[in-house]
């Protein structure tokens, strides 16, 4: 081989190699995403088949029934690799009722969840349901802890108990889009122009202005009576101590049914007190109650799920169940404090630590 049919193979080798690398590769399915809104869950890449996204879809609604479900851009693949679908209903569920702004994100290397909550329970009960459908892939947790008061004001109503016969995704629906609102009546950059005419007196050349006064009072003799009338008090009337002694209270987390942090302590230290004088013996009554922050559906279903949770976990701590009387009550805050009360009837002779010395 010569020189020149040497260095002409070595130039075609070259360049074979470059376009070789310059194909790209083949992109894999797009992941699987479930995204949690205010008043809808929208499902988007690519699962398995279209059951499967019936039967996520069924589960989210069965749970939390106030939410719409919209297909943003789903594909059905069947060599997708999806984990046992029971698992995954569970885990999507779990984020629908225990995180605000929820996302849940699948494919074949990584699993992500994010969203708010405040309560540092979540992360760890989201992690347990999410370990059994890991398997390879790496986990990825974008959840966000923030105060109780932080998170967004969303009315939820869950389910009264009622599952819906058929769920069926439309494939040619997409994101919905928002429906806008404008009351009725003057809009008011009209009633801004209005307001400042009228305030122009060279508008108005044959009106002459009105002076204008003070505004005063005129104390005619019968206000002066009523007011003679009047008795000012400052003494302050206490509140008769409650004949109920307070434990606790248990706390869970907003709009959920996990506990706060450091309420698993709470409740184990519990039992040695019930059992103390003078206490041994005595009824105990657990109240769970019922705050007017969402629909009253969600309110009432949310606190007796707490207040189940509350019995559970006392029992577990060593307390007879025969001790217990659960009960509910509607309270007018409309923050959810996720507050369940633990009272014991005081003895007539007992006073609290917190009262006054007769």
Same mark, same amino acid.
């Given at each position: ?141 974008? /959840? ?78 019968? /206000? ?104 509910? /009550? ?29």
């Amino acid at each position: 081989m010569s020189s020149f049919q040497f260095r002409h193979l070595v130039i075609v080798i070259t360049i074979l190699g470059t376009l070789q690398m310059a194909v790209p590769e083949e992109a894999g399915p797009e992941p699987f995403v479930i995204e949690f809104f205010q008043t809808k869950a929208a499902f988007s890449g690519s699962i398995d088949s279209k059951a499967s996204a019936d039967a996520l879809a069924a589960a989210i609604v069965s749970a939390r029934p106030d939410l719409n479900i919209v297909n943003t851009g789903m594909e059905f693949d069947p060599g997708v690799s999806m984990p046992e679908l029971k698992l995954l209903k569970s885990l999507v569920v779990e984020i629908a009722l225990s995180t605000t702004e929820g996302v849940f994100e699948i494919s074949d290397d990584s699993l992500l969840i994010g969203g708010l909550t405040d309560s540092v329970v979540t992360a760890s009960v989201l992690r347990l349901r999410a370990n059994p459908i890991l398997g390879e892939r790496r986990f990825r947790e974008q /959840l966000c802890l923030v105060p109780t008061e932080d998170l967004p004001e969303i009315p939820i109503l869950l389910s009264t108990g009622e599952s819906r016969k058929s769920f069926s995704f439309d494939l040619e629906l997409k994101l919905k889009e928002e429906v806008t609102f404008e009351p009725p009546g003057i809009i008011l950059t009209k009633i801004l122009d209005l307001i400042e005419g009228t305030a122009d007196p060279s508008l108005y050349p044959n009106i002459a202005p009105v002076p204008s006064a003070p505004v005063s009072m005129v104390e005619t003799p019968a /206000l002066v009576e009523a007011k003679s009338q009047l008795e000012v008090t400052t003494e302050v009337i206490p509140e008769p101590p409650s004949p109920y002694e307070r434990f606790g209270p248990v706390l869970y987390a907003r709009n959920g049914i996990v506990l706060q942090e450091g309420q698993k302590e709470l409740i184990t230290s519990l039992p040695e007190v019930f059992q103390s004088d003078p206490w041994t013996g005595r009824p105990i009554i657990v109240r769970s109650l019922i705050y007017q922050s969402g629909s009253e559906t969600f309110s009432t279903w949310i606190s007796e799920r707490r207040l189940a949770e509350t019995v559970r976990h006392l029992t577990e701590a060593g307390v007879g169940a025969e001790r217990l009387a659960p009960e509910t /009550l509607v309270t007018t805050d409309r923050i959810d404090k996720g507050e369940v009360q633990l009272l014991i009837l005081k003895p007539q002779d007992y006073i609290s630590p917190s009262e006054p010395t007769r």
